[in-house]
């Protein structure tokens, strides 16, 4: 049940702005230090230091663990699709451009109420299923060769980082009104940063030159866009719906595409910008539902 009072969700949808800002533009600095780092090396660094942060700071909090099954069985599930997310998406990022990958990344907003539907077995709305053919072209256009019809290995990738970053929302969404944030983020954190420490030695082979760049993207995503952003995020949705937060973070792709532009100088082709603009376009028919339904009639 999401937690009323006007004020507390004029607050989340600004603090769910500013994370969108964050993540958006982290795209590039990831990518970069990919360069210098095996990936899910790169990860356990990553969330081990967001864990370790996270621990000092909410330890001193009386009652943040107080009812032990709850935020243990959320935590867990929230940070097993956190991972599947992260590392399907950084992983994809050594093969795919970074604008690119948060447009793809932001499909999984479209995925959110799709998801929901399954899950709770209805059928999904006229807007819903108009937005997802949308951004499904969109997706074609942004991610196809022309005259092809596979994606490249980066953009499959990044599509299954998606569907596991909607599933992370919904999760977040249905245990963050019934826990304490505190500790759903930071079992879910822990549970990523584990499952990183355990496969990075024998899922790839691991690597890693301490450049600045690396040193700089370890600190910056672990403290600001991991420890800080999934706090606020948790926080955020203990007063709005998983789709009120898909909506706004829609803005993400934006804020890493200006990011990409002003550091790297990428430009998009005008198939790619046309297809991003349609993924655009599907995630706010999905999340606005401007084609109502046709009540029977009296």
């Keep these: 049940m999401i937690r009323n009072g006007r004020e507390g969700a004029w607050r989340a949808d600004l603090a769910l702005v500013f994370i969108a800002l964050i993540w958006g533009s982290t795209f590039v600095v990831v990518k970069e230090a990919l360069a210098d780092t095996s990936t899910l090396l790169f990860l356990a660094l990553r969330f081990s230091l967001a864990t370790v942060s996270l621990g000092l700071v909410f330890r001193p909090l009386p009652g943040t663990f107080a009812r032990r099954t709850p935020w243990m069985k959320g935590g867990v599930l929230a940070g097993l699709c956190l991972f599947g997310g992260y590392a399907f998406q950084t992983f994809g990022l050594r093969y795919t451009t970074p604008s690119k990958s948060a447009f793809i990344t932001g499909l999984a907003i479209v995925m959110v109420p799709v998801l929901a539907g399954v899950v709770q077995r209805k059928v999904p709305h006229p807007s819903e299923a108009i937005g997802v053919a949308v951004a ?5 256009l942004l991610t196809m060769p022309a005259g092809s019809l596979h994606m490249e290995k980066g953009d499959l990738l990044t599509l299954a980082c ?99 532009f002003v550091v790297t100088g990428e430009v998009l082709s005008r198939k790619a910008a046309l297809g991003a603009a349609l993924i655009l376009s599907g995630i706010l028919l999905v999340e606005l539902k401007p084609f109502a339904l046709r009540r029977p009639p009296a």
């Design 136 to 140: 499904t072209a969109g997706l074609a």
């Design 162 to 260: 998606a569907v596991a970053f909607a599933a992370h929302i919904l999760v977040v969404g249905y245990y963050a009104p019934k826990i304490g944030f505190q500790a759903l983020t930071l079992v879910q954190l822990a549970t990523t940063a584990a499952m990183s420490l355990a496969g990075f030695w024998w899922l790839e082979t691991p690597f890693i030159r301490w450049s600045a760049g690396v040193v700089a993207a370890v600190i910056v995503t672990g403290l600001l866009a991991t420890a800080l952003a999934f706090s606020v995020q948790t926080w955020a949705q203990q007063y709005t719906t998983p789709t009120r937060t898909a909506l706004i973070l829609a803005l993400e792709p934006v804020f890493a595409w200006v990011t990409s």
